[in-house]
């Protein structure tokens, strides 16, 4: 039985050893010079013009909130269009509700005007 598991356990442990054999590396042969302009805070190479801690638009966590969605939507789509010719008609229907449970959100979110920026 540790037979089938020695290659994956080999390769674990090379990985492993290879990691800290490069982060002790990195550590010891890196350079340490720390300076004022390496330790500041930047936005995107610009000095930072607000406090990060700034409310964000709504607008903005339900753009995110809206790829999820839809990013999970195609996550389940492929298996599911894998295995359609097993699961049938019922499968088929479970898409379809599950689609269509999507397709309200995404009218319900352009209805809020939550697609719409200034």
Known sequence: MVEAYLPILIF???????????????????????????????ECGFEAFEDARIKFDVRYYLVAILFIIFDLEIAFLFPWAIVLDEIGMFGLISMAIFLLILIVGFIYEWKKGALEWE
């Open 12 to 42: 674990m442990g090379v990985a492993v050893g290879l990691a800290v054999v490069l982060l002790v590396l990195g550590m010891l042969l890196g350079p340490r010079k720390a300076y004022a302009q390496k330790d500041a805070p930047f």
